[in-house]
């Protein structure tokens, strides 16, 4: 017994921990209700132990509670190692609820079925790659004394830490991926690199963004990636162990930032880079710090001549020395010269050795001070990069100019053709012709099909030149035109995703679907919204700032549907924080008092989503309040409906029962002049549904088939032919609660309508749910035939799923069938 004893605490811990965040889907919610109910048959199932699953629970007296402490855990451990020796029966329902639970665990997914699982995350190495040597030496060298220690009989615990340091512009960034390209022979399961963003505080990006990205790249499916950070952090353990690997982690703001990102592998290599020295890492985590520095004159001139190229005619070489010696060695300047010269004919080299002397110096033509030589410091010269800048800029035609410094009045992560043509206030097709001469001349860098980045020190220099040129009324009016066009992308693609949903909010006006729409195109219009999510949320932040509050909770609107499906709760919770804030001070100021409550329950499902209940029980209260504040009968209802769904994951059923009752109360006050008043019809059908889940787990089987049929009937009636996807998801629900309750001929009558519903909808992934359940009706029934069948219909709509989707339920089905062939 002791290897099934160690099955069912993994497997206990595995589903309790994603009970409340909804973590595995389908199968991770059935998982769930299956513990509940083996806890309920367990001998002690109605015990005393109030602190146990099995104890009392909180609205169902003797039922069990869902085990979140380790108390908790331990308690429903032993519970079902008492129902395992109860019967036969009892063991081999517990055996098989292990090894569906197991599933869950994302590293029990076979890595052949993810084509990401040995990733190549690296950049493009630059073409003009010149000198450290010295650095590349350096590394070759601590991972030949790692592999000697281990060698000598003396193992390392932590893998080799190697931070490259040094100012803005040195080429820390362009050292590490050459050192990695040049070392990854070494490491034969792959390369994982993030940039992270950490110029500042206010952009650096949170660890949980991060780990999200690197675990998706490590073959975990995006729906089995946890939403907090410290199962997050677990898992990409578990996925880094025994890995030989390098992780590059670049632009490091801190060590709060790096330390979750450090693997568990003592082979794997990881290079950060930063401005500053991580004294946590040097002094408890063994790093090795270097620090880069300027090139030397020889490789200053080298890299100049290679970023020139041959398009000019020959220069004299004190000219170019006199070019490189002004940029000081940094290659940012570098790079940043040698490409005015390469895209200007008419710019000598003479004058622009003459111009980078002047600013150096602080001087113009005329040999007066500059009163911008150094801004923080006016009796200090200026940099190399930002004489380097200064130069480049002064060469840009005047439209040029001014959409380099619109694009810079807020840190986007990247810079899109819309993005800036909204910032500049000019058509697409110029700002593609703009952004384009931009990149020719090194002050932005193009990192995708038409989308650009600054490096840091050059948007802080176009920002400078923002506020000193254009004052802060017109960069604030840019980021304005920057905030409504994303809010009117991303309103847009939610409607496309979810056009059924009640909305809140005057973007949403006026949209309508095409009468021929594309089956696919709400699947294109999340990955739209996927692709801009970084940029989407620092938009937020940036309307937050700049004071526009009527923007910033409209955007967190828009971005429900994102977030729902895909989850990102780091950004979700950070971003409706500021949505919460934003729409209380709109209300208070004459604006909508309803989008309030509709943040806070938006809060909520963030909190839930991490697994935080009490945070988001908190959040809940506060929306329920503020809707009843200002009468908003449709936001209380919503708010109610959730608390209900966190009550089902909670396992408090009776409790999940009253709140969707008392939100269908609340909807009947409607009026036909009243907001919501349209989305009713849906909403008491999905709160009907709702109320049937809640009385099956309390085993009220005669009521919850009344209520599931009473949702049947409600969704059929819904203007527009009904709603055939969500009278499959009630098919489903009643094919459970049969098959529940040992009836798997009538559960097999409801799956075969959930089947046909779902095929005509053309639901692929739901209409595998509904097939998998089909097939545990003919297991149950002995009908092995019937259940292969149904098993190999439902791996080919799994096979067709979307790239990227879940691969856990497709790796499921097919190791069913090869138990059924076998």
Not at 292 to 304: A, C, F, K, N
Not at 441 to 452: A, T
Request: aromatic share 4%; hydrophobic share 45%.
């Amino acid at each position: 017994m002791e290897p099934l004893l160690g099955m069912v605490v993994s497997a206990v811990g595995t589903v309790a921990s994603g009970a409340l965040s909804g973590a595995g889907g389908e199968l991770g919610r059935r998982s769930s209700e299956q513990l509940f109910d083996l806890l309920r048959r367990s001998p002690r199932g109605g015990g005393a132990d109030g602190d146990g699953p099995g104890g009392e629970g909180p609205d169902d007296p003797g039922g069990p509670t869902l085990p979140v402490t380790e108390s908790q855990r331990s308690a429903a451990v032993l519970r079902l190692m008492e129902l395992v020796h109860s019967s036969p029966q009892a063991a081999r329902d517990v055996s098989e609820w292990v090894r569906e639970a197991a599933w869950l665990a994302p590293r029990s997914v076979p890595a052949v079925a993810h084509g990401a699982s040995r990733p190549r995350m690296l950049p493009p190495a630059t073409a003009v790659f010149t000198d450290r040597e010295d650095v590349l030496a350096w590394l070759t060298g601590l991972l030949d004394e790692d592999a000697g220690q281990r060698q000598g009989g003396r193992p390392r615990g932590a893998p080799v830490l190697a931070v490259l340091t040094g100012p803005g512009g040195i080429g820390k960034t362009a050292a590490a991926v050459h050192c990695a390209l040049e070392l990854e022979d070494r490491f034969p399961d792959g390369v994982l690199f993030a940039d992270l963003n950490g110029a500042s505080a206010g952009t650096a990006l949170p660890p949980s963004d991060v780990l999200a990205r690197f675990l998706e790249r490590l073959g975990v499916p995006p729906a089995s990636v946890p939403g907090d950070e410290a199962r997050q952090r677990d898992l990409y353990l578990d996925c880094t162990a025994g890995r030989r690997m390098i992780v590059v982690l670049d632009n490091a703001h801190d060590d709060a930032q790096v330390l979750p990102l450090l693997p568990a592998s003592p082979e794997c290599l990881v290079l950060v880079t930063g401005r500053r020295r991580p004294a946590r890492l040097v002094a408890q985590y063994g790093a090795r710090p270097f620090a880069v520095g300027p090139l030397s004159s020889e490789d200053s001139v080298r890299l100049l001549r290679r970023v020139v190229g041959d398009g000019r005619p020959a220069a004299p070489e004190q000219a170019v020395r006199a070019v490189a010696d002004g940029t000081g060695g940094n290659p940012l300047a570098l790079c940043t010269t040698g490409a005015g010269l390469a895209v200007r004919e008419h710019l000598s080299w003479q004058r622009v050795a003459r111009r980078l002397s002047d600013r150096i110096h602080g001087h113009d033509r005329e040999g007066d001070a500059m009163r911008d030589a150094h801004p923080d410091d006016p009796g200090t010269p200026a940099d190399p990069v930002r004489a380097a800048q200064d130069v480049a800029y002064g060469e840009l035609t005047p439209a040029c100019a001014a959409l380099y410094r619109a694009i810079a009045v807020a840190a986007w992560p990247t810079v899109t053709v819309a993005c800036a043509a909204w910032a500049a206030d000019v058509e697409d097709h110029e700002a593609r012709a703009l952004l384009e001469e931009l990149a020719r001349s090194n002050l932005l860098e193009e990192v995708g099909e038409e989308r650009y980045r600054f490096h840091d020190l050059t948007r802080a220099h176009a920002r400078e030149l923002a506020l000193a040129e254009d004052g802060h009324a017109r960069v604030s009016a840019a980021v304005r035109r920057v905030a409504v066009g994303q809010l009117r992308f991303a309103a847009a693609a939610d409607f496309r995703v979810m056009p059924q949903r009640w909305r809140l909010g005057p973007a949403y006006r006026g949209l309508v679907l095409p009468a021929d729409r594309d089956p696919d195109d709400g699947r294109r219009a999340l990955a739209e919204l996927r692709r801009e999510r970084e940029n989407l949320a620092a938009v937020i932040r940036a309307a937050a700032h700049h004071g526009f509050d009527d923007l910033v909770w409209q955007l967190c609107e828009a971005m429900w549907t994102l977030h729902l499906r895909l989850g990102f709760h780091a950004q979700w919770t950070d971003t409706h924080v500021l949505g919460v804030e934003a729409a209380g001070r709109s209300a208070a100021e004459f604006g909508d008092r309803r989008a309030v409550g509709r943040m806070w329950t938006q809060l909520a499902f963030g909190h839930m989503g991490a697994g935080r209940a009490a945070d988001a029980e908190a959040a809940l209260g506060r929306a329920v309040a503020a809707e009843r504040d200002c009468g908003h009968h449709r936001g209380e209802a919503s708010a109610v409906e959730a608390r209900g769904l966190l009550r089902l994951r909670q396992w408090e059923f009776t409790e999940a029962e009253r709140c969707f009752g008392e939100a269908r109360e609340i909807l009947d006050r409607i009026g036909p002049d009243d907001d919501g008043w349209r989305d009713v019809p849906r909403a008491t059908a999905l709160l009907t549904h709702h109320i049937g889940r809640a009385l099956a787990k309390q085993r009220r089987v005669t009521e919850a088939a009344a209520a599931l049929h009473d949702a049947l009937a409600r969704f059929r009636r819904l203007d527009g032919g009904g709603d055939r996807y969500n009278e499959g998801r009630v098919y489903m629900s009643l094919g459970d609660l049969h098959l529940d309750a040992g009836e798997a001929d009538r559960a097999r009558v409801c799956l075969d309508e959930a089947v046909k519903v779902m095929t005509e909808a053309g639901a692929g992934l739901q209409l595998a749910d509904a097939l998998v359940a089909r097939a545990r009706c003919h297991r149950a029934a002995g009908r092995a035939a019937q259940e292969a069948e149904d098993l190999s219909g439902a791996a080919e709509c799994l096979a067709a799923a979307p790239e990227g989707h879940d691969g856990v339920a497709l790796a499921r089905v097919r190791a069913r069938l090869a138990e059924i062939e076998v």
